[in-house]
């Protein structure tokens, strides 16, 4: 990690609020995480730095533009949670979509060693479809 700003909460959230996010900011955080690193998202379970950056360059590939909104950053004993809003637009179809989410990276010895995305997986799907993603969110809406 030689060479690299310190990683503080401050340092994750500037690394996500980049815009747009693509493979130079990948290239950038794959350091900061721990080769044998864990991410977790309501897709996939990933080990290890390798599998993650190859995940997020495989997403990237497909969208025209990724970019996260952060809203809220917690930070205590080496744990870091970050509200956010990513923004996808897909290359075909040019589809877009924006998904709200929580991150929360486990942070020791400098460097992240378990990333873990929580967002609705079915309420992002479902939301984008028309027609039925505003008769989703009307039923969700009324149970809430």
Avoid at 35 to 43: E, W
Avoid at 99 to 122: A, K, P, Y
Avoid at 123 to 128: K, Q, T
Wanted: proline share 6%.
């Amino acid at each position: 990690m030689e060479n690299l700003p310190p990683l503080t909460p401050e340092h994750i959230r500037a690394i996500f609020s980049t815009q747009p996010f693509d493979e130079a900011c990948v290239d950038r955080v794959a350091p900061y995480y721990a080769d044998d690193a864990v991410f977790v998202d309501p897709i996939q379970t990933l080990h290890g730095r390798d599998a993650f950056v190859a995940m997020n360059k495989r997403l990237l590939a497909r969208v025209r533009e990724l970019r996260f909104d952060v809203h809220a950053l917690a930070a205590d004993d080496g744990n870091v949670f970050l509200a956010w809003t990513m923004h996808v637009t897909m290359k075909s179809p040019a589809k877009s979509m924006s998904v709200e989410g929580v991150t929360h990276c486990v942070l020791r010895n400098g460097q992240i060693v378990s990333h873990r995305d929580h967002w609705d997986l079915v309420g992002s799907i479902v939301g984008a479809i028309p027609v039925v993603g505003p008769a989703y969110r009307s039923i969700v809406a009324k149970l809430g």
